[in-house]
């Protein structure tokens, strides 16, 4: 009987996390329709500029960010995947370190939580 109360906590736990995580990111009543904004659980987190850098000739490379410091970051995550990007695009984004390897290593691996398009 415990286990079933155990199970049962846990499965409305993860969804409530879910619910939570994909109502948390809202648009600005001030942006346009049509400007995309993609975040995953993490509002407000949206404020680092960065370009767009197709890498594809390195080995194991695709395309990466760069900051203005000339760091350079290696996107993934479910928003990074779902946004339409382009060599040298201009883009707000807001990260967290991946903590995974990376076969480019040209970059910091980091998933990206938010991204849109630069003004």
């Known amino acids: 009987m415990a286990r079933y109360f155990s199970f049962a906590r846990r ?3 993860v ?8 109502t ?3 648009k600005a009543d001030t942006e346009p329709d049509d400007k995309i904004v993609i975040c995953y659980g993490y509002p407000g987190a949206c404020d680092t500029p960065a370009t767009v850098r197709d890498l594809s000739g390195l ?4 395309k990466v960010l760069e900051l203005a410091n000339g760091k350079r ?3 993934h995550g479910t ?3 779902s946004f339409p990007s382009a060599n040298g695009q201009h883009v707000v984004i807001g990260y967290v370190p991946a903590g995974s390897v990376s076969i ?14 630069a003004d």
């Open 11 to 13: 499965t409305w736990s």
């Open 15 to 22: 969804a409530l996390l879910g619910v939570v995580l994909l």
């Open 24 to 26: 948390s990111c809202k």
């Open 59 to 62: 080995d194991g490379c695709g």
């Open 73 to 75: 970051l290696e996107p």
């Open 79 to 81: 928003a990074w995947n």
């Open 104 to 117: 480019c290593m040209v970059g910091q691996p980091v998933e990206i939580t938010c991204i849109r398009g």
